[in-house]
Structure formats: C-alpha cells, structure tokens
C-alpha cells in the first residue's frame, strides 16, 4: 500500500503530498516500533532481530525519499534506470518484474489514472504493451542477435546447455505424476490396526458370537513373515503363472503391515434375544427354504479400528461376508459356492437349547483380510482355490470351515448368584491354522479352547508431507498439473509465424523514438499531438509494408 500511495504521488507531481506523506510515515514506524509494539509484546526492541532489520530497510527508505523531496520531481516522466539500458542484466530484471503476478498490470493502470491524456484504457494497455516489448526486442538484440556470424553454427553450450535442459524439464513434466506416486509410495508410513471386532449372525437378529480385542499385537517379524510367504509360495507356483499374484501380494507389504491375530472365540456377550424373536426365527426356520420367500443368510463381519495420522484415511473399515441357511436337500445353487447352513440341525438346537451339537459353518470365515486406507475392507485368498465341475471350490486356508456353539454356564452350587446367566455362542476354527496358533493367555480348566486366526494386512498410507498432493491421484494430477503447463507452453509456442513481423524487426529504434515522444508531448500538454502520433503507432502496427521501412533491412551481421 505504501509502494502504491508513493506511486501515486508521483504520478501526480504533487511534493507538498510528498513532504505530509513523508512526515507521516517517519511518524507511524516510529511509533510502532518504539512505543506500540514493546508495550504488547513486552520485548525490548535491541532484542528483537526482525524490529532492527525492518527499521534498517525503512530508514534506507526515508533516506532516498528525503533526496527526492530535496530534489523534486522531474517535470517529464523519464523511464526508470532499468529501461534506460540494454543488457543481461536488465533484460532479466525487467522479465522477473513481468513475472510478478499483476505488478505490470497495476502500474498501467495506476499511470492511466493519475496521468492526464487523451487516450483510452484500452489504447493505454496497447501503447504500454508495445513500450514492453520493444524495450524486450532491443535487449535481445543487443545481447544475443548481434553476435552472429555469417553461416555461424549454434554453440554447442546452446544446443546442449538450454535445449538439453528443456528437453529434460519436459520429461520430467511428463512423468511427475509417476514420478511422485512412486516416491510417495516409497515414503509411505505404517497404518497398524488398533482394535478388532468380528461378529457372527442371523438376519435381522442381534449376534450370536461377538469378539473384541482391544489390545492389538504388534506386526510380523522378519521371521514370521518369511514363514509366511513360504507358506504361501510353494501353492502360488503349483499352477504357473495363473497365480502368481498371490506372491506378489504379500510382497507388497513389510512385515509391520501384517497383524497375526490368534483369539479365543468364545461370544464376549449373552445373546441378546427376545423369547418373540426366538420363536420367529424358529417359525422361518421350519419353513421349508424351497417355498418362495424363504432368505435367511448367516452373515460374518469384521470391524477393523486404526489410529491414521492422515486426513484421506478412514479410521474404521468394515466388512462382511455370508451364507444361505438352507436344508440340505436343497438343490440351490449358491454364490461362489454350494456350501451352507444347515437349516434342520441350526432349529433343533435353538428348540432344544442343544449345547453338545457342534453347527458346521463352512467357507464363511476368511482368513486374510484386508485394511484398505479407506472404503470397505475385504478378504484376500492367499491359495489357490481349485475348480470342480465348473464350480470353484475355495481352499479352507483362505476361508475356514467352524463350528459354532450354543453354551450354557452350569452351576452347581444354585446359590450363587451369576447375573449373567445365560446362553451364548461359541466358534472354532476346524481348518487347518496357517502357523501355529499363539496367545499367552493360557486356560487351565479347559486345555482345548475355543479359536480362530486371522492375518490382517493393513495398507500404508501417504505421510503428511505429501497428501495434499496424492490425495489428487495419478490421473488428477495429469489434469492439473501436467495438462496446464502443456497448455501454457503451447500457447507460447502455437501461431508464432503470425508474429514474425513484430518479433523480427531489425532495428526498432525509430518505433522506440515515437513511443518517447508520445510520452513528451502527453507531459507538455499536447493532447491534440499526443493523438496524432499515437495514430501514427497504431498505423505502423497495421501496416507491415510501412513498419518494413521504419524498421530496416535485415539484421547487420558481425562482418557487414
């Protein structure tokens, strides 16, 4: 603000404004410096680094700006010190100022308003635009251009040196999305699992078996997960390269990404079940499941709870998987699989509060889930599974076989008091376990408790650095940012042809001398000249034929 202010003054040849403005500012500093911000902040300002350093710049500051009241203002606007030479070095100043967003656009318009003329807005933006290039044109001639010679090979520091760069900086352009994918990926952090919960049920009715876990193990060891793959290796190689993916599955993940969870399954709560419920469910159940209607699933699902340090990550994924309860001389063909519930053998032990039978739960309970890093969890087979009159029959390792079992607390002594007496459901995986089954809390009562494993593999997600970016994806960031700067330098580069004529002029000198006195007669008041040989400009620029002979023959070379 204080850049445009002083601007303005300037613009307006006003130094009485000047000498206020100057007192004013000389006033303000001070007074903040000094008194203002010790007194909020309670520092002293010799301790404070950043005080002294800005009060050094504002004083170098007042020092050239009491010069300049001094001297007075000029009575014709000359050009700054940068557009009076033409070199390197102004020529990069000058683009660098052009870089900053809209700093030329503010001081052609702050010009326009404070300078008296004739001309339009749009006209002005004309005129300033063609002082800017012109000014560009004659530092690349005089750097650049003039030192050709005659049938003069490019150097090999040009062809090399800034082509090469170029050259690289649009492979890089090119492949930055995959580029910063993969070093994402390689940079990714763990996302450890922090609770787990499955459950077992009916449809519609509260569930039968609840597990919780609340203190999660830590992740594989190296060991345990070469223990692992060499598991599942020798059966991805058993069938060729059809299952090669169950391989390279495992590999994407370091062994701090894999949980093995070895639980007790044994219902952490009562089943929760009114006598209306129960006798509804025993009236499905009776009925037959050919009739139509009848749909009664035994459904498993997982809760996985995660601590992510990361806002595209979801703390909890879920997933589910089911089977039909059906009788067993149903000839229904299921999903996937014709494994199911047994309808007759699940009613007797609800009818009979049977707790010897063992229910036979088969190809429900998957073994490898996944945690994706946010959406729905899934489970992983890890085996092949093998085909059997065009029906895939799924490996027990991949999803096991249980038993599930309705238990009752017998106590002897009738007078104690259990205020959670009750039945509750049990599971126990039947299958064969992937590695040897491992919990340290040990039960001496009962030597043969009721348990299940499970390996959850936990996706990485993107550390904090770099989410903003990979939360676009590699197709968004194609979008925008590959596809905008193709679209930038195509405009730089797309109908050049159609600008030969003003960006070759041999000699713009004569052009350059009717923008100067353009801006001399404005500033002695001769609006009506002003207007004739801003005429003149426009009718140079729509005449080539006329700008040929103002602007001269080809350029001179070194030996003409």
């Not at 403005?21 to 000094?34: A, D, K, N, R, T």
């Not at 100043?93 to 318009?109: I, K, R, S």
């Not at 050259?167 to 352009?173: A, C, Q, S, W």
């Not at 193709?486 to 003003?502: E, G, M, N, P, Q």
Request: hydrophobic share 40%.
């Amino acid at each position: 603000m204080m850049m445009i202010i002083d601007r303005v003054i300037y613009l307006m040849k006003s130094m009485i404004a000047k000498y206020i403005y100057q007192v004013f500012v000389v006033l303000v500093v001070h007074s903040y410096l000094f008194v203002f911000q010790p007194w909020f902040t309670r520092e002293s300002f010799r301790s404070m680094a950043a005080w002294i350093a800005w009060y050094i710049f504002f004083c170098s500051y007042f020092t050239l700006s009491a010069f300049q009241v001094q001297a007075g203002y000029p009575r014709l606007s000359s050009d700054s010190i940068i557009l009076r030479t033409y070199g390197y070095i102004t020529y990069g100043v000058y683009l660098g100022y052009l870089a900053v967003p809209f700093l030329w656009e503010l001081e052609v318009l702050l010009n326009w308003v404070c300078t008296e003329t004739t001309l339009t807005l749009d006209y002005w933006v004309k005129y300033s635009d063609i002082k800017a290039y012109l000014f560009k044109l004659k530092c690349w001639q005089t750097t650049y251009e003039s030192a050709y010679y005659l049938g003069e090979k490019q150097p090999a520091y040009m062809k090399y040196g800034i082509g090469g760069l170029l050259v690289l900086g649009l492979i890089l352009i090119i492949w930055f999305p995959l580029l910063f994918m993969s070093v994402v990926t390689t940079n990714s952090i763990p996302n450890p699992p922090t609770g787990f919960t499955c459950s077992l049920s009916l449809t519609g009715l509260e569930p039968m078996v609840k597990v919780k876990v609340a203190q999660m193990p830590e992740g594989l060891t190296d060991e345990e997960l070469a223990e692992l793959k060499k598991q599942v290796k020798p059966n991805s190689d058993r069938n060729g390269s059809f299952f090669s993916n169950y391989t390279e599955f495992v590999e994407k993940f370091k062994a701090t990404d894999i949980v093995k969870l070895d639980i007790y399954s044994d219902s952490n709560t009562l089943w929760e079940v009114s006598p209306a419920a129960v006798n509804h469910l025993m009236k499905v159940l009776e009925t037959d499941s050919k009739e139509p209607g009848f749909n009664l699933t035994m459904r498993f699902e997982w809760t996985i709870q995660r601590n992510p340090d990361s806002t595209t990550a979801d703390k909890i994924v879920t997933g589910y998987t089911d089977i039909d309860v059906l009788s067993a001389d149903d000839k229904v063909n299921i999903d996937r699989t014709n494994s199911f519930v047994g309808r007759e053998a699940l009613l007797d032990m609800i009818k009979t509060c049977d707790t010897e039978t063992k229910l036979k739960v088969d190809v429900l309970v998957p073994t490898f889930l996944l945690a994706k890093e946010s959406g729905l969890s899934t489970h992983v087979d890890l085996f092949p599974n093998t085909i059997v009159d065009k029906k895939v029959k799924i490996n027990e390792k991949n999803v096991k076989n249980m038993d599930v079992v309705l238990q009752h607390d017998q106590v002897s002594d009738q007078t104690v008091c259990r205020v959670w007496d009750g039945y509750y459901w049990s599971m126990n995986q039947t299958s064969e376990f992937i590695t040897p089954f491992y919990n340290p809390v040990q039960f001496v009562s009962n030597p043969y408790p009721n348990k299940v494993q499970f390996y959850i593999f936990s996706d990485r997600i993107v550390s904090s650095q770099y989410q903003l970016i990979a939360s676009y994806g590699i197709i968004g960031l194609y979008i925008s940012v590959v596809l905008v700067i193709f679209k930038f330098v195509r405009l730089a580069l797309a109908d050049s042809s159609t600008r030969i004529i003003f960006q070759e002029m041999p000699c713009p000198d004569l052009i350059m001398t009717l923008v100067t006195s353009t801006e001399m007669v404005r500033a002695q008041g001769e609006f009506v000249l002003e207007q004739v040989l801003f005429r003149k400009l426009l009718l140079l620029y729509r005449s080539p034929e006329t700008l040929i002979v103002w602007t001269g023959r080809h350029r001179r070379l070194k030996e003409e």
